[in-house]
């Protein structure tokens, strides 16, 4: 009991979940008549997609849309290709870039190579600003790999892409150069889908290998029923991963 009621006090006052109460109790004790059920509505709406729950109907179909291979399993193929977005290139401290949660693409990248599945890794990212000023990830990532030990001649980098459209693009440059065939590519995997229609339009079949999942399989009780910060982030993902999708299929880049 002690253990079921510290999670959720513990969800209780988190910040975000105060916010929400402090809003509920606001809405019905100053509000009258149609104005207090348009609000109450709205709350409801927002309390749920601020949750793990909410985020996760979203999200799910766009992560279950592929398989996860086994490495094992694999045939061996010439060129896993990572996309960038797994480090902010300007928080570059000593050398060392500072990774984010989607730090699973690089890590999965390297699994394949390590375990003999690809010959390379193809980094794929430029800047993330507007501009493109600033460092560029695919120099960056390149150098830290060199700098940890590994197979200089196994790295591939471009670092002039700022989108998916672009990933594709400048992979094709350096897949034809090098006259590679088949490929993985590797990137979030709620990403995955927009990702596999991209480099397909540009030329590229691709075996998907999606990573840094951010749905559950199931969501469990209670916790994911409260807000937090993840689910409000979640949610942001998702939405914004399908008006990409639709502004790709608009612009005929998918």
């Given amino acids: 009991m002690f253990f079921f009621l510290s999670k959720v006090f513990a969800a209780l006052f988190l910040p975000v979940t105060l916010f929400f109460l402090f809003l509920l109790f606001v809405f019905w004790r100053r509000l009258e008549g149609r104005t207090r059920k348009r609000c109450l509505i709205v709350w409801a709406i927002a309390w749920f997609c601020s949750t793990s729950f909410g985020s996760g109907l979203v999200m799910r179909p766009l992560e279950n849309r592929y398989d996860v291979p086994v490495a094992e399993k694999m045939n061996k193929m010439d060129v896993v290709v990572v996309l960038g977005g797994m480090i902010d290139a300007n928080t ?8 984010h949660d989607a730090v699973d693409r690089l890590t999965a ?3 394949l190579v390590l375990k003999g599945r690809a010959d390379y890794i193809l980094i794929s990212g430029g800047s993330g600003l507007m501009l493109q000023g600033g460092l560029r990830e695919g120099d960056v990532l390149k150098d830290y790999l060199v700098s940890m030990g590994f197979p200089k001649q196994k790295i591939l980098a471009e670092r002039n892409s700022r989108n998916t459209r672009e990933n594709a693009l400048e992979s094709l440059k350096i897949i034809q150069e090098k006259k590679l065939k088949s490929v993985v590519l590797v990137t979030s ?4 889908p927009r990702s596999v229609r991209c480099f397909k339009k540009v030329g590229i079949e691709v075996i998907p290998f999606p990573v840094d999942f951010k749905a559950a399989d199931h969501s469990t009780f209670p916790e994911s029923f409260f807000p937090s910060a993840q689910g409000i982030g979640d949610f942001a993902t998702a939405i914004r991963e399908l008006v990409g999708l639709a502004a790709y299929k608009i612009s005929g880049y998918i």
Avoid: C, I, Q, T
Avoid at 92 to 99: Q, V, Y
Avoid at 189 to 192: D, I, K
């Fill in 189 to 192: 995997a709620f990403h995955m």
């Fill in 109 to 111: 990248a390297l699994e």
């Fill in 92 to 99: 570059l401290r000593g050398g060392r870039p500072e990774f």
